[in-house]
């Protein structure tokens, strides 16, 4: 079973992330970058949905650290975000994020965007 990191600061996010995810997957869901950072020193995930705007480290801030760390740098992050404006997604692009799942987020589009990205 793939296991995919849930970083959200908004607990109703992760709840549902867990409840709609759980039974396809080993979820962990953890509410700000640095307790997934901590989490990585145990456990690499084959995905990583990531929101933005959190107040510790943002989404940016974490992805670019992903990226930086050769041990991190292949992890597939998908944004999940309610900032759907063009230079948001074309930041996020050329940062390396594979793709945008809109909140709130719907099961249909939650879970096949997850399918896609975690094919092959």
């Known amino acids: 079973m793939k296991t995919i ?7 109703v996010n992760l709840v549902k992330a867990d409840e ?18 901590e989490l990585l020193n145990d456990i690499k995930p084959d995905l990583i949905l990531l929101d ?3 107040p ?9 650290r992903l990226k930086a760390d050769r041990r991190y740098a292949e992890i597939p992050v998908i944004f999940l975000t309610s900032k759907t404006d063009t230079d948001t997604k074309a930041l996020g692009l050329e940062m390396g994020v594979l793709d945008f799942i809109p909140k709130p987020f719907s099961d249909p589009i939650l879970h096949n965007c997850i399918k896609l990205h975690l094919q092959g």
Do not use: H, P, Q, W
């Not at 990191?5 to 607990?11: E, M, R």
């Not at 943002?58 to 670019?64: I, P």
């Open 20 to 37: 709609k995810l759980s039974d396809f997957y080993n979820v962990f869901t953890l509410a700000c970058a640095s307790n997934m950072f």
């Open 5 to 11: 990191f849930v970083v959200d600061d908004n607990t």
């Open 56 to 64: 510790d480290i943002d989404g940016f801030e974490a992805l670019r």
């Open 52 to 54: 933005i705007m959190m």
